[in-house]
């Protein structure tokens, strides 16, 4: 209909559009039973895509000031800095965060001194609350989440107690703790996954598989498993060790293999093709370790002979890997933690198959031949230490930040100039004997900062710029400006990307904000403004700088902040559509107008605490065609003392300022929605449930269920309904 109304003003004049578009806002929307309005959104739920979270960090027995980075995911694939800060030596520190509620996990690095960062997984739960001592965590740089074996006082359907057993499809048999069985027969018997679980002694002589058997083996942190043999036959089975698994032999094999306890192999461990090892515990290897398809360490891997990594395989290594024999690298290699050889090492993958990260440390004995690309970390640096000497060969390159300490007698290949020679500090971890003597950059400004790690060296007052959602990431805000009546609900009348970065001092209290708004898409006719809302005093705030006023909808009082308000409001512009005009990038992808970029920034009159100042992105809202007092805030947040109350609960807004209950209608839908990573948007007049297959779901769950309906995910989006570039 909208576009019916722009066409019609194009032969009409400007008059006509304005009594066209007044037309539209009091016609009601069009919902054929499949659209929003069908929608059985809870009472209490106010579209939120995020949550808060608190993460305490303490330091009790470091000795020195730790530099924190909190991310939102692994930070060597890809996550992104949201929140930076500093615990003191032996203090603590409270880290408040806003996060996507599809994130599972978040990373903490922690660096101390001159040392690379250490990085610990988060696991996300339901309480928010987290607590990392960072001097007594574990010092491995990256942990493994290992399984733990159930029991055998529970879920057995069979006690084993002879030579001879026969577990059926569905069955689980144990061996209790204390027993011991010797010379042991097992058959595995049947269609559907049959449980061998071990508490007590087994020495195995034979395994069979009859049918389309998929055996498990479960070795409990009390029992032992000894074998000559253990072929099982299938790609699907599974041997799990908590306890003590004994190789008497080589040990090939195409199943899942998970070493959680110690792990004895008389011979070599040979992952074949189908094959996954997975060791976070000890792993003795007698003979050679062959690797043909993925092999994963967490723990400490201890290899007799050498080491082949083959074909297109991949080794991942997060702890400790001592080879005594040579090392044979002509796969993928993604390497963590540590690495010593005894023999030779070989470097002959394909250019993007070797990789080396922050604080990682091969440290090799003999000689080492590069015959491809080391990619070094961008970051921290990573570290080789050559007893004998270095070939660089023609295929070789040696990439970004690695410290190369050794003697170079050939060099015909290529070497960034980042590339160091025996300077670089390697911190001492449990998995890692550490190299080097560790540095310092000095602390120009005296923050406890130190200069390398203070995004502002030469100001005390500042030190950590914190950008939400994330360093490089922009979140979407999109608007619908019909209210108080429903619009067509597409969420494009007004969508912006946005960024906000809260400079912190060193005891992590906020003392500028920058704004960064992008002007994505303008849906509608009305010329509408833009406002944050801070939950402090306008008399916190010392100075505001970039607001756009164009119009004179507003007035400012002297710091920048608009007059009349009790909470601080900052207005970035009266006119979003100033640089756009109207109708612009929600019909025709091929005409798309360039973006709008607004920055305003404010800096507070004393430092504001976090407890003060709440989460990003506050309180953002928009005021409709000039109309100051017409504002559409997110679902469940409050006006400001500008507002125009007297809207409230006429035509569909069920706003209750007694109960708490904000710019929701009388079937709890909002006009308002703020994502946490910027999205593509419906296209004009494309309502979001069917833009966004899963954001129905989500909504009638109250949040509860396809937390990341917004994803570029399979199901999540249909294309044909969003406007994206060409």
Not at 348 to 366: A, H, K, R, T, V
């Amino acid at each position: 209909m909208r576009n019916l109304i722009l066409s019609i003003a194009l032969f009409l004049g400007a008059a006509i559009i304005f009594a066209g578009c007044d037309a539209q806002k009091t016609s009601g929307p069009s919902d054929t039973g499949d659209g929003f309005l069908s929608m059985n959104v809870p009472d209490n739920f106010n579209f939120q895509t995020t949550r808060d979270i608190n993460v305490k960090i303490k330091s009790d027995v470091v000795e020195e000031n730790s530099i924190i980075n909190i991310y939102n995911g692994n930070p060597n694939e890809g996550g992104a800095v949201m929140q930076r800060g500093l615990v003191r030596a032996q203090g603590e520190q409270s880290f408040d965060l806003n996060i996507g509620r599809h994130l599972d996990e978040i990373w903490v690095g922690s660096k101390t001194g001159g040392s690379p960062f250490v990085y610990t997984r988060l696991n996300l739960n339901s309480s928010g609350s987290y607590s990392l001592n960072i001097g007594q965590e574990t010092a491995a740089i990256f942990n493994s989440s290992p399984s733990t074996v159930e029991g055998c006082n529970a879920g057995c359907d069979t006690i084993l107690s002879g030579n001879n057993a026969t577990i059926s499809a569905g069955e689980t048999a144990c061996v209790p703790e204390g027993e011991n069985l010797n010379n042991v027969n097992i058959t595995f018997q049947g269609n559907g996954e049959s449980t061998l679980r071990i508490c007590g002694n087994v020495s195995l002589q034979n395994v069979n598989r009859n049918g389309n058997n998929t055996p498990v083996i479960e070795i409990n942190e009390t029992g032992s498993l000894t074998a000559q043999n253990l072929n099982l036959n299938s790609t699907d089975a599974r041997v799990i060790n908590d306890g003590t698994f004994n190789m008497n032999n080589n040990f090939a094999f195409n199943f899942n293999f998970e070493n959680n306890g110690t792990a004895n192999i008389s011979g070599s461990f040979n992952v074949n093709s189908n094959g996954i090892g997975v060791n976070n515990g000890t792993l003795n290897v007698g003979g050679d370790l062959n690797n043909n398809n993925e092999f994963e360490n967490y723990g400490s891997t201890i290899v007799a002979g050498n080491l082949q990594n083959n074909g297109n395989s991949t080794i991942k290594n997060y702890c400790s890997l001592i080879i005594s024999g040579h090392l044979q690298q002509g796969a993928e290699l993604h390497q963590y933690g540590y690495i010593e050889v005894t023999g030779n090492t070989h470097f002959n993958s394909n250019p993007n198959s070797l990789y080396l990260y922050s604080g990682s440390f091969i440290d090799i004995s003999g000689s080492l031949h590069v015959n491809t690309t080391i990619h070094g970390p961008t970051g921290d640096y990573a570290r080789i230490d050559v007893a004998d000497y270095i070939r660089v060969n023609g295929s070789g390159a040696v990439r970004n930040n690695i410290d190369l300490c050794g003697y170079i007698d050939h060099m015909n290949g290529s070497m960034d100039p980042t590339v160091v020679e025996c300077e670089a500090y390697i911190e001492v971890t449990a998995c890692n004997p550490g190299a080097g003597s560790p540095g310092g950059s000095g602390d120009s400004d005296g923050d406890g900062v130190p200069d390398d790690e203070d995004d502002y060296p030469d100001d005390p007052d500042r030190a950590f710029d914190n950008l939400y959602p994330a360093e490089g990431v922009f979140g979407t805000l999109a608007f619908e400006d019909l209210w108080p009546s429903y619009g067509d609900y597409d969420m494009n009348d007004l969508v912006l990307d946005y960024n906000i970065n809260e400079v912190t001092n060193a005891d992590g209290e906020i003392v500028d904000i920058h704004f960064t708004f992008v002007v994505r898409a303008i849906g509608a006719m009305y010329r509408n403004g833009l406002g944050v809302e801070l939950p402090v005093p306008p008399s916190a705030v010392a100075s505001v700088d970039g607001s756009r006023l164009p119009n004179g909808d507003v007035t400012l009082s002297g710091n920048g902040t608009e007059a009349g308000q009790t909470n601080a409001v900052i207005i970035i512009t009266e006119d979003a559509s100033e640089n756009m005009g109207l109708y612009v990038n929600t019909v025709n992808p091929n005409n798309h107008t360039q973006e709008d970029t607004i920055k305003v920034s404010l800096t507070f009159t004393n430092p504001v605490t976090r407890a003060e100042l709440g989460t990003a992105p506050y309180n953002p809202f928009i005021w409709v065609d000039g109309d100051r007092g017409r504002e559409v805030h997110l679902p469940g947040m409050p006006p400001t003392s500008l507002a125009d109350t007297a809207m409230f609960g006429t035509a569909d807004d069920n706003t209750s300022m007694s109960a708490n209950r904000f710019y929701k209608s009388n079937n709890n839908l909002n006009w308002a929605i703020n994502v946490p990573v910027s999205i593509p948007y419906p296209l004009e007049e494309v309502d979001m449930t069917l833009a966004y297959p899963n954001f129905r779901d989500w909504a009638e769950s109250g949040g509860s269920t396809n937390t990341g309906w917004y994803l570029d995910e399979p199901g999540n989006r249909v294309n044909s309904k969003l406007y994206l570039l060409p």
